[in-house]
T-cell receptor, first 114, second 109 residues
Framework: NAGVTQTPKFQVLKTGQSMTLQCAQD?????MYWYRQDPGMGLRLIYY???????DKGEVPNGYNVSRLNKREFSLRLESAAPSQTSVYFC?????????????FGPGTRLTVL | EDKVVQSPLSLVVHEGDTVTLNCSYE??????LLWYKQEKKAPTFLFML????IEKKSGRLSSILDKKELFSILNITATQTGDSAVYLC?????????FGAGTQVVVTP
């Protein structure tokens, strides 16, 4: 099992360009998440999908859109990239278990916006 | 406003020392508290705590939760250089994780 995979691993964009970050999981999890991680700030939730067909905003959704393509795939789109979106992006998935849920993380995408 | 605060932000110890990391929280609808280890890549899961006073152990790492005082500690005994990492605390509320800023631990030989 590959777990959670993300593409690309690295990306450099110019201000105003668009791109889509891809995420897929093979653990048959219902829930998927997108986070960004900036120095000294831990991980912040951008969007999440509790189950196939649903998406909800997290703590920092502005400037992003998501698509839950099917149970396996959850993509994050930047329509018009800004330097403030320079960050490391992590995708995660989980299955809800009693008392909470352990999330499994992908390897991350390091994005630089010039 | 929900918040998760970790302390200290960073520390440097010598191999063999014991490290205690703190995580305090204020969240609505608490379901669980999780600890992750991050070594320049994806966070990897360490523990999930749901009940007060029950210690979880894995080798030299252990953790405990106090739901009355709203905090958790992560202990690492007999530290090794391989323990150098950022340790993240996260609280599950409404099915979502809210992370603290992390504690960077550096273990010197």
């Amino acid at each position: 099992n590959a777990g959670v995979t993300q593409t690309p691993k690295f990306q450099v964009l110019k201000t105003g360009q668009s791109m889509t970050l891809q995420c897929a999981q093979d653990m048959n999890h219902n829930s998927m998440y997108w986070y960004r991680q900036d120095p000294g700030m831990g991980l912040r939730l951008i969007y999440y999908s509790a189950s196939e067909g649903t998406t909800d905003k997290g703590e920092v959704p502005n400037g992003y859109n998501v698509s839950r393509l099917n149970k396996r795939e959850f993509s994050l789109r930047l329509e018009s990239a800004a330097p403030s979106q320079t960050s490391v992006y992590f995708c995660a998935s989980s299955e809800l278990v009693q008392g909470g849920n352990e999330q499994f993380f992908g390897p991350g995408t390091r994005l630089t916006v010039l | 406003e929900d918040k998760v605060v970790q302390s200290p932000l960073s520390l440097v110890v010598h191999e063999g020392d014991t490290v205690t990391l703190n995580c305090s929280y204020e969240v609505t609808n608490f379901r669980s508290l999780l600890w992750y280890k991050q070594e320049k890549k994806a966070p990897t899961f360490l523990f999930m705590l749901t009940s007060s006073g029950i210690e979880k152990k894995s080798g030299r790492l252990s953790s405990i939760l106090d739901k009355k005082e709203l905090f958790s500690i992560l202990n690492i005994t007999a530290t090794q250089t391989g323990d150098s990492a950022v340790y993240l605390c996260a609280v599950n509320s409404w099915g979502k994780l809210q992370f603290g800023a992390g504690t960077q631990v550096v273990v010197t030989p």
